[in-house]
């Protein structure tokens, strides 16, 4: 995303009125959101379709169909897509991890018979910690052996409940039939908020939302194909070297992608369990690794930057810190919403940087027109 230089003269007046009456609309729909938490699902989902959905719909229009068509065959089609992804990969999917989940008593008994003796041995000869705190460090490991009882109630109470959220969300009227309205009356809605903009603000705002909108839907798209690249990757790698549950795995961490890094985690976690269970020698273990490396490296070099891009893309650090931040704020959500948090605060910081560069705070008033002039060369 290219920065905009500041006019030669800014209106700081215009400036102090614009963070204003955005921050005071920003208000509002915070206090719109808590008079509304109720509906916060249901309206949330339908919106977040009407913003993947309008583009689609805009190049659409170009065909002269009716726009009531247009979004209805689109409304239908993405919710059929939805339907059947859920009712076919999702229940194979919780198949197979459940029986992963499975060989963790399995996987836990190689490693005390196996892995754990060495293990002491190189601990205490490097004079880590004592045998002692070793042992006591065992003793506490040991309530693995209850993990898959409690893994699986988890998952149990998740598959049931699942169902009952998801057709609350999917198959409820409300979530159709506000993005069929949304869809179908959005260049009026456009029209009717420009026209209660202040006048002089009106074009300031207008390029500051399309500056928005235009990052997340890049930064979202983005992520989805990662994603989706990097979950037929890790399919097709961990199949070549024999894994067991390999397109289980593989799909997870594909999934998982969307919060960056939590691929690597949840995938690399799950494999671990496959290979301890059945180990056959250092080089399986090795041979998935290889596979994690190889998929990591590709994404680092050649997928992240080619689909999401420089302009668009978020400093990994960056993202790594904001995601444990929200979640610990904010928890699931916290953690889901942490990307496009930033995809805005980016789009925010570029927008206002070219004025902070220009105002007194920056530099003195003699100097203000050189920094000026600087930021427009940059």
């Known amino acids: 995303m290219e920065e905009k230089a500041a006019p030669e003269k800014v209106d700081w007046n215009q400036v102090r009125r614009f963070v204003v009456f955005s921050a005071s609309l920003g208000g509002g729909l915070i206090l719109l959101f808590l008079m509304y938490r109720t509906l916060l699902v249901p ?8 913003f993947l959905l309008a583009p689609l719909v805009a190049a659409l229009d170009k065909l002269h169909m009716p726009r009531s068509l247009t979004v209805s065959m689109l409304l239908l089609l993405t919710l059929a897509f939805l339907t059947t992804t859920c009712l076919r990969v999702f229940p194979a999917l919780y ?19 196996i892995w754990l003796p060495s293990i002491r041995s190189w601990v205490l000869e490097l004079n880590i910690i004592s045998s002692q705190e070793f042992d006591a460090f065992i003793r506490e490991s040991r309530t693995l052996s209850y993990l898959p009882e409690k893994v699986n109630q988890a998952l149990f109470t998740l598959w049931s409940t699942a169902p009952r959220l998801l057709g ?8 159709p039939l506000l993005t069929f309205f949304i869809l179908k009356n959005y260049d009026q809605t456009e029209v009717r908020i420009r026209q209660l903009l202040p ?10 939302w399309s500056r928005i909108s235009t990052s997340l839907r890049e930064v979202l798209k983005g992520q989805a194909m990662v994603a989706a690249t990097l979950a037929v990757l890790y399919v ?40 301890l269970s059945d180990f056959q020698g250092a080089g399986q273990l090795l041979a998935v690794s290889g596979v994690f490396l190889l998929v990591q490296s590709l994404d680092g070099m050649l997928i992240t930057p080619r689909i999401i891009g420089e302009k668009t893309g978020l400093h990994p650090v960056l993202v790594i810190v904001s995601i444990v931040a929200f979640g610990e704020l904010f928890g699931f959500w916290g953690v ?3 990307i496009p948090v930033l995809a805005v605060a980016k789009v925010v910081w570029l927008s206002a940087k070219p004025f902070y560069l220009a105002s007194a705070l920056y530099a003195p008033r003699k100097e ?11």
């Open 95 to 113: 198949t197979e991890i459940s029986g992963l989940i499975e060989l963790v008593p399995r996987a836990y008994d190689k490693l005390t018979r």
């Open 336 to 338: 889901l919403l942490a």
């Open 43 to 50: 309206v949330g989902v339908s919106l977040f379709l009407s």
């Open 199 to 208: 006048r002089d603000l009106e074009e300031p705002l207008m390029l500051f």
């Open 368 to 378: 203000s027109s050189e920094v000026l002039t600087e930021s427009e060369q940059n």
């Open 236 to 275: 097709a790698g961990l199949s070549a070297v024999g894994l067991q549950g390999a397109v289980a795995i593989g799909l997870l961490s594909g999934i998982c992608r969307l919060i960056p890094y939590l691929d690597v985690i949840v995938g690399g976690s799950l494999s671990l369990i496959v290979v």
């Open 168 to 175: 609350l969300v999917i198959h409820s009227l409300l979530v």
